[in-house]
C-alpha cells in the first residue's frame, strides 16, 4: 500500500488507484498515514478527525469509520488494531509526506556539506511528490490545518534550499528568476527568497535589477516594519555590486576579532538517530527565531543542537557560536559568557553598569549581525538566560538562538522541539528491525568501539535491545553502558542493570562531572527541585506505568493542585506529556529508579505503595462491570491504559500478604485477563492471589477461584489440577448460594469438566435460562464445552447458536467471539465450510478488536481448516503462512506451534514431505519454548509425528506417536481431540493392510466426534480411499459396526487399534 496526502488524498493498493469517499475516512487514513508504522490512540485520532466534537462513544464511532475504511481499502491487513488504538503498518517511505521530509533532510545535509549537485538532485526528488494542497479532502479541524501548515512550511524550505543548490552548482533553470518572484509575491517578508532572487538576478548577468531588486526589498522593510535588511542580504548586495561571486564570504560585524565563525567542537563519536529532530529544528528556525530544545538529563540534547549548528553553519554570515553555560553559578555572568565566546575585542563592554548594561551593549554590537547562538545547558539560569533571550532578539533581527535546557525558557516566540530518548524496540522485534532502531543502533555503534571482536549475531542484538529497553533509551546511560563493556561480558551487564547507578559510571574524562555518572546526572536535576517537588517526585515513583492527576493526587498528595504540580515536573524534563485525549504523564525508568531509592531512604515506600494499589483496586472494581456490555471495548482500553499499573497493585498486595486486596484485584481483573487471550498467564496470576493466606471477601475469592478454573480449561483442557479442592468447592457454592457474582454461574460446570463427570455437569448446569442474559449466554457457551465433549454436536450447535445471540443482544464481544469460535468449529465438524468461514471471520474481527491478536490468530487456524473443509487449499495455505511467517511478532510460542502443525497437515495432503517436516520441527521447537506444558497441543503434535513416520515408511513409529496422543487426548477428557486422532489411527491402518478394521476405526470416531455419519474433508478422502480397497457394501458394514459403538466401546477399539501388531510386509 502507498498514500498520498501532498495533493488530493492518494491511495493506491496492489499498484491499483483505491477511491476513499467521505472526508471522515480520508481524515481516518490521512491521520495514520502522518504517523505510519505507529500506534495511533483513540483519544488522538477522535481528536485530530472531530475535534471539539468528539462522539460520546469514540470508541465506537472509530470502529465504525475504521471497519468502513478497510472495506474500501479491500480489506488491507495493514490497518491494524493495538492496545488502545490502531496503525496503518507500513514503511514510512510509502507515504509521500514522510518520504518528502526525509528527502528534504537529506537534501538539507548535503547542502550544508557542500555538495551542492547532489542536495539539489534529492530536493527536486522530494519536490516533485507534491501534487497540490497537502492533505486536500480530509476532515477541516485544526489538527489538520496545522499538520498542512506545517507541510507547506517544509515544501518552501525545500525550495529555498532547491534554488540555493543549484545556484551554487550553476544548475538553475531560465525560470529560477520567475518563479522566486512569484514565491516573494506570497511571502513578501521572507529574506532569504529575497537574497536568493538577487543572487539568481546577478548569476544570470542581470546586475541592474539585482541592485533594484535589493532596493526595493530595503524600502519596504523601512516603511513596514521600520528596519534594515539583515547582514547576510547586505553581503549579498556588496557581492552584486562588485560582481562578485555566489561563493563569497560574508564580511563578519564590527568588533568581532579576526577567525574561524564558529566555536563548534567537531564530533569524535557517530552521530545517530535524530533525523526527525533535525529536520523539526530547520523547520521552526526557519518559522521563528528561538527554539529551546527540551528533554531529561542525558538525552543528547547538547549532541542535538551542535550537530545542527555544524550542518547550517555556512547559511550564517556571521557564525555560529557555541556557549556552554554549566560551569556558570552566577546569573550575572551569563552576558559575559556570550561576549567571551563570541572573541570581541577588548574594551568592548568598558564603562558598563552591570548585566542590563552589558546586555545593551552587546545587543548593539550584534543588531546588524546574521548569525545563531547555541545556548547550552539553561536549567539553573532560566531566569537570566531568557531575559538576555528576549532583549537580543528583540534588538538583533538576524539573530538566531538555538537552546537546551532541562526546561522551556518561557518566553514568547519560543519554539520547543522535545528531545526524547531515542526510540526502543517492543519486545519480540526481528534482529533486521532491531537492527534498524535509532537506540540500538548508537548503542551497538559505541559497543564497536570498545569492543571490536565482538560479532552482532541474533542473540547479542537481542541482549543489546534488551539493554536499550531497560535504559529507557537514554543516549549517556547506553554509552556509559557500552563503556563497561571493557569489562563485563554483554550479557553480564544485562543482568545488572538493576543496579544501574553503581554501575554507569566512568564516563569521558572530559565531560562535566555531572555527565561521567548516570547518578549525577539525575542528581543534578534533583538540586534543581525544592522540598516539596523532591516529595511529589518521589512518591510518584511508585507508578510503574502512565500517571494519570487523580492517580498522582491520590498517591502522592501534593500540597497544591495536582496539575500544576505535575507540570512543574513536566518543565523540568522529569516527566513526559504522554499524547492522548485525556492528561498522562510518564516516568523514565531511570528517574523512577531514583525516586525508589529516595523513596525508601525517607521511609514512605510501603505506604506509597499500599496507596497505589487501593487507588487500581477502586479502578478495576470500577472498571469490572462493564467489560461484559457494550462500553467494554472503552473499558478494556482503561484497564490495557493501566495494565502495568494494576500488576505492580496485585504484585505488592500479594509481596505484602494482603489477602483481601489480592483477591479483589483478581476477581476484578481475570475477565479482562480472560479476553487478554493469554489464558496461561491470567491462571498464574489468579492462582498467585488467592494462594495469599489471610481473610478475604468470600464472593471475591469464588469469583477469582472461578476465572481461574476458567483459564485453566482454556489454556491446558479439561484435567483436575491438584488446586481444586473440596474446601475450594464449598466456598463456591457458599458465594454462588448468597446471590455472588454472575461469573459463578461457570463454577459447577467448570468443576464437573475437571472431574470428567459429563452427565453430572450437564444435570448441574440444566437448563441454563438465567434472567440476565449475559449470565445465560456464558452459561451456555460453558455447557456447550460438556455437550462436545459428552460427543453431542447438534445440542453443542444449538447452544452456541443461543449464546451468540443472547451476547449479541449485550453487546459483549469476547462472549460473543468465544461463542461464535465453538460455533464455527462444529460447523466445521459437521461438514459446513462456507458457513464456518463466516462465522470464523467475524469471530477474528472482533478478536483484534479487543486486542487478543494470539487469540486471532489461533482462531485463525480454525478458519484455515473452514476453508480446507470448503475446498479451498490455497487460501487456507496463504492464510497460514501468512499468520507464522507475517509482521505480528508477538505471536505465542502456542499459536505458534498450532499454525506450523495446520501447515505440516497441509504438505502431508500435498504429497511434499519435506516441507511438512520443516513445519514440524518449527512446532517442536516452539512447543519447547512454551512457559507451560500445553497437554492438548503435545496430544496434536504427537498425532501429526504419527502421520509424517507414517508417510516416511515407519509404520511401527507411527503406531508409537499414535499411542501416546492417544492418551494424552484421553487424560485431558478432550473427545473431539480423541476422535481426531482416530482419525490418524484409521489411515495408519489402511497403510497396514487393514482395510475393513480402518473403516471401523473411522464410525468410531465420529461416534466420539458426535457426527456421525458427517464426514468433513480428511475423513471424505479416507472413507472414499477405504470404498475403493473394500467395495461399497462391505465399507458401509465395517464403518456401521464402528458407528454403532457406545462411547466406551468406542475408546476400547482406539485403544486396541494402537497396540495391534504390525503386519508382515507381505501383508502390506
Same mark, same amino acid.
Given at each position: ?905 497441509? /504438505?502431508?495432503?500435498? !504429497? #511434499? @514431505?519435506?516441507? +511438512?517436516? $520443516?513445519? *514440524? %520441527?518449527? =512446532?517442536? &521447537? ?22 509424517? /513416520?507414517?508417510?516416511? !515408511? #515407519? @509404520?511401527?513409529? +507411527?503406531? $508409537?506417536? *499414535? %499411542?501416546? =496422543?492417544? &492418551? ?28 475393513? @478394521? ?71
Amino acid at each position: 500500500m502507498r498514500v498520498g496526502i501532498l495533493g488530493t488524498l492518494e491511495v493506491v493498493v496492489d499498484e491499483e488507484r483505491t477511491q476513499v469517499g467521505g472526508s471522515r475516512l480520508r481524515a481516518v487514513l490521512a491521520r495514520l498515514a502522518l504517523e505510519a508504522g505507529r500506534v495511533v490512540t483513540v483519544e488522538s485520532l477522535a481528536e485530530a478527525i472531530w475535534w471539539a466534537d468528539v462522539p460520546s462513544d469514540p470508541v465506537n464511532a472509530l470502529h465504525t469509520l475504521v471497519s468502513r475504511l478497510r472495506r474500501a481499502l479491500g480489506g488491507a491487513s495493514e490497518l491494524r488494531w493495538s492496545q488502545g488504538g490502531y496503525r496503518l503498518d507500513i514503511p514510512v517511505e510509502a507515504v509521500d509526506a514522510l518520504l518528502f521530509e526525509d528527502l528534504a533532510v537529506e537534501g538539507r545535509r548535503a547542502l550544508a556539506d557542500g555538495r551542492a549537485a547532489i542536495a539539489a538532485s534529492h530536493l527536486r526528488e522530494a519536490l516533485a511528490l507534491w501534487r497540490g494542497e497537502p492533505l486536500a479532502g480530509t476532515a477541516q479541524t485544526p489538527y489538520f490545518e496545522a499538520a498542512a501548515g506545517r507541510l507547506r512550511e517544509l515544501r518552501l524550505a525545500a525550495i529555498e534550499d532547491r534554488v540555493d543548490a543549484e545556484l551554487l552548482s550553476g544548475t538553475a533553470g531560465n525560470d529560477v528568476v520567475a518563479e522566486l518572484g512569484e514565491l516573494i509575491a506570497a511571502h513578501p517578508l521572507r529574506e532569504r527568497l529575497r537574497g536568493l532572487h538577487i543572487r539568481a538576478l546577478r548569476d544570470s548577468g542581470r546586475r541592474a535589477e539585482a541592485l533594484a531588486a535589493y532596493e526595493e526589498f530595503r524600502g519596504f522593510l523601512a516603511n513596514e516594519l521600520g528596519a534594515d535588511p539583515g547582514q547576510r542580504l547586505q553581503d549579498i548586495h556588496l557581492s552584486a555590486l562588485r560582481g562578485g561571486a555566489a561563493e563569497e564570504e560574508p564580511a563578519g560585524w564590527p568588533g568581532r576579532a579576526a577567525g574561524p565563525r564558529t566555536n563548534l567542537p567537531k564530533g569524535l563519536t557517530s552521530f545517530v538517530g535524530r533525523e526527525r529532530e533535525l529536520g523539526r529544528i530547520a523547520a521552526d528556525l526557519t518559522e521563528g527565531r528561538l527554539v529551546t530544545l527540551t528533554g531529561p538529563g542525558g538525552a543528547g540534547k547538547t549532541r542535538l543542537a551542535t550537530a545542527f549548528a555544524g550542518r547550517v553553519a555556512e547559511d550564517y554570515a556571521d557564525g555560529v557560536w557555541l556557549v556552554e553555560l554549566a560551569k556558570l553559578d552566577d546569573p550575572e555572568d551569563v552576558p559575559g559568557a556570550v561576549i567571551g565566546v563570541l572573541g570581541l575585542r577588548e574594551g568592548i563592554l568598558d564603562g558598563a553598569e552591570g548585566p542590563r548594561d552589558a546586555v545593551t551593549r552587546l545587543a548593539d554590537v550584534l543588531s546588524g549581525a546574521e548569525a545563531m547562538l547555541v545556548l547550552d545547558n539553561c536549567e539553573h539560569l532560566i531566569d537570566a538566560v531568557a531575559r538576555l533571550v528576549e532583549d537580543l532578539l528583540g534588538r538583533c533581527p538576524g539573530l538566531r538562538v538555538l537552546a537546551t535546557s532541562r526546561e522551556p525558557l518561557g518566553i514568547g516566540g519560543e519554539m520547543l522541539c522535545p528531545v526524547n530518548p531515542l526510540l526502543v524496540p517492543e519486545p519480540g522485534a526481528s534482529t533486521a528491525a532491531l537492527l534498524q532502531t535509532p537506540s540500538i543502533r548508537l548503542f551497538l555503534d559505541r559497543v564497536a568501539a570498545v569492543r571490536p571482536d565482538l560479532a552482532f549475531g541474533a542473540d547479542v542484538v537481542e541482549t543489546a535491545a534488551e539493554i536499550c529497553r531497560r535504559l529507557d533509551g537514554l543516549p549517556l546511560a547506553m554509552e556509559l553502558a557500552a563503556a563497561r563493556l571493557r569489562a563485563l561480558p554483554l550479557g553480564e551487564l544485562a543482568r545488572r542493570l538493576d543496579e544501574r547507578f553503581q554501575l554507569l559510571t566512568g564516563g569521558s574524562r572530559t565531560a562535566l562531572p555531572r555527565h561521567q555518572t548516570l547518578r549525577a546526572v539525575v542528581d543534578w536535576s534533583w538540586e534543581l527541585l525544592d522540598g516539596e517537588e523532591r516529595r511529589f517526585l518521589q512518591r510518584l515513583a511508585v507508578f510503574p506505568a502512565t500517571i494519570t492527576p487523580a492517580g498522582a493526587e491520590r498517591v502522592a498528595a501534593p500540597s497544591g493542585h495536582v496539575l500544576d504540580a505535575l507540570h512543574a515536573l513536566v518543565d523540568k524534563s522529569l516527566l513526559q506529556v504522554v499524547d492522548g485525549h485525556e492528561a498522562r504523564y510518564r516516568m523514565l525508568e531511570t528517574i523512577r529508579e531514583y525516586g525508589l531509592e529516595r523513596l525508601e531512604k525517607a521511609g514512605e515506600r510501603d505506604e506509597a505503595r499500599a496507596a497505589h494499589a487501593a487507588f487500581f483496586l477502586e479502578f478495576a472494581e470500577r472498571a469490572e462491570p462493564h467489560l461484559r456490555g457494550r462500553d467494554q471495548l472503552r473499558w478494556l482500553s482503561a484497564l490495557a491504559d493501566e495494565h502495568d499499573n494494576l500488576i505492580a497493585a496485585l504484585n505488592f498486595a500479594c509481596e505484602s500478604g494482603d489477602a483481601s486486596t489480592a483477591v479483589r484485584l483478581a476477581a476484578a481483573l481475570g475477565y479482562f485477563w480472560t479476553m487478554q487471550g493469554d489464558h496461561a498467564e491470567a491462571t498464574r496470576r489468579l492462582r498467585r492471589a488467592l494462594e495469599v493466606p489471610g481473610e478475604a471477601p468470600e464472593v471475591a475469592w469464588a469469583t477469582a477461584a472461578t476465572l481461574h478454573l476458567f483459564n485453566l480449561v482454556l489454556s491446558e483442557g479439561p484435567r483436575k489440577p491438584q488446586f481444586v479442592t473440596d474446601g475450594m468447592r464449598r466456598r463456591i457454592r457458599r458465594a454462588r448460594g448468597a446471590g455472588g457474582h454472575p461469573m459463578l454461574v461457570l463454577a459447577e460446570v467448570l468443576l464437573a469438566l475437571m472431574d470428567n463427570d459429563l452427565d453430572g455437569g450437564l444435570a448441574v448446569a440444566g437448563d441454563p435460562g438465567a434472567p440476565d442474559p449475559w449470565t445465560d449466554a456464558m452459561a451456555r457457551l460453558v455447557r456447550s464445552f460438556l455437550l462436545a465433549n459428552s460427543g453431542n454436536m447438534d445440542a453443542m450447535r444449538r447452544e452456541l447458536e443461543t449464546a451468540v445471540e443472547k451476547f449479541r443482544v449485550v453487546g459483549e464481544r469476547w462472549g460473543l467471539a468465544m461463542a461464535l469460535t465453538f460455533l464455527g468449529g462444529s460447523q466445521t465438524a459437521l461438514g459446513a465450510g462456507g458457513e464456518a468461514v463466516r462465522v470464523l471471520e467475524e469471530s477474528i474481527r472482533l478478536m483484534r478488536e479487543l486486542g487478543a491478536a494470539d487469540e486471532a490468530f489461533q482462531q485463525r487456524i480454525w478458519l484455515a481448516e473452514a476453508r480446507i473443509q470448503a475446498g479451498d487449499l490455497e487460501r487456507a495455505r496463504a492464510d497460514l503462512l501468512e499468520a507464522a511467517e507475517g509482521r505480528n511478532l508477538r505471536l505465542s510460542a502456542r499459536a505458534t506451534a498450532l499454525i506450523r502443525k495446520s501447515l505440516c497437515d497441509l /504438505a502431508l495432503d500435498a !504429497g #511434499d @514431505l519435506a516441507e +511438512a517436516e $520443516r513445519h *514440524l %520441527a518449527v =512446532a517442536a &521447537r516452539s512447543l519447547d519454548l512454551a512457559p507451560s506444558k500445553d497437554t492438548l497441543l503435545v496430544a496434536m503434535l504427537e498425532s501429526v509425528c504419527g502421520r509424517v /513416520a507414517a508417510a516416511t !515408511g #515407519d @509404520l511401527t513409529g +507411527a503406531q $508409537r506417536y *499414535l %499411542a501416546e =496422543a492417544l &492418551r494424552l487426548a484421553r487424560d485431558v477428557a478432550d473427545l473431539p481431540l480423541v476422535a481426531a486422532v482416530g482419525v490418524g489411527i484409521a489411515r495408519l491402518q489402511l497403510r497396514m493392510g487393514r482395510p475393513e @478394521l480402518a473403516a471401523e476405526v473411522l464410525g468410531a470416531c465420529h461416534v466420539l466426534h458426535g457426527a456421525p455419519g458427517a464426514f468433513g474433508r480428511d475423513d471424505a478422502l479416507l472413507a472414499d480411499k477405504l470404498r475403493e480397497a473394500l467395495g461399497r457394501d462391505p465399507f458401509d458394514s465395517a464403518y456401521g459396526k464402528g458407528a454403532a459403538l457406545e462411547h466406551q466401546g468406542a475408546l476400547d477399539l482406539l485403544d486396541a487399534s494402537c497396540k495391534a501388531p504390525e503386519p508382515a510386509s507381505g501383508t502390506r
